[in-house]
């Protein structure tokens, strides 16, 4: 089993709606761009011609999920989420493994796949948690900006 990494919880809080929906379109731009990348290897290995069917969305369904991922076990933050200063991590403090990565993100197709209430849901919950941070044992919290050292 791969190390966890045990996250500092000094000053963290947990992370609002409007950050959470800020980084989400963030890492939207960068899964683009991705997807763009994998559509022209599909191009590529298909004679130049424009790769579809359910072969090449289970491609852009798998890379999608790797980047979140990957991410998510790594450093608890994908690059939306370190540009707003956000990390998802275990209910403990830990990092997610694959198995909570995967349960979050199908979770998260759900969340938003339902008019977006599953994210709608943190604001009526006492843990202000999503249907997602529910499912995998997760949540997002803010990671308080570091203090400046004085020379």
């Known amino acids: ?25 963030y890492d939207l731009l960068v899964v683009i761009a991705v997807l763009f990348f994998v559509g022209g290897i599909g191009v590529a290995l298909n004679g130049g011609e424009a790769a579809e069917g359910p072969l090449m969305q289970s491609a852009y369904f798998v890379v999608i999920f790797l980047f979140n991922g990957f991410f998510w076990t790594k450093s608890g933050q994908t690059i939306g989420m370190m540009a707003w200063r956000l990390r998802v991590q275990s209910l403990e403090g830990y990092s997610l493994t694959w198995s909570q990565a995967l349960k979050r993100w199908l979770a998260a197709i759900v969340s938003i796949a339902a008019a977006g209430f599953g994210y709608w849901w943190m604001l009526f919950s006492d843990e202000r948690l999503t249907w997602h941070d529910r499912f995998s ?13 004085q020379s």
């Open 1 to 25: 089993m791969p190390r966890r990494v045990v996250f500092d919880q000094t000053g963290v809080t947990e992370a609002n709606l409007f950050k959470r929906l800020a980084a989400l379109v």
């Open 137 to 149: 044992s997760s949540r997002v919290v803010v990671i308080p900006k570091r203090k400046k050292e």
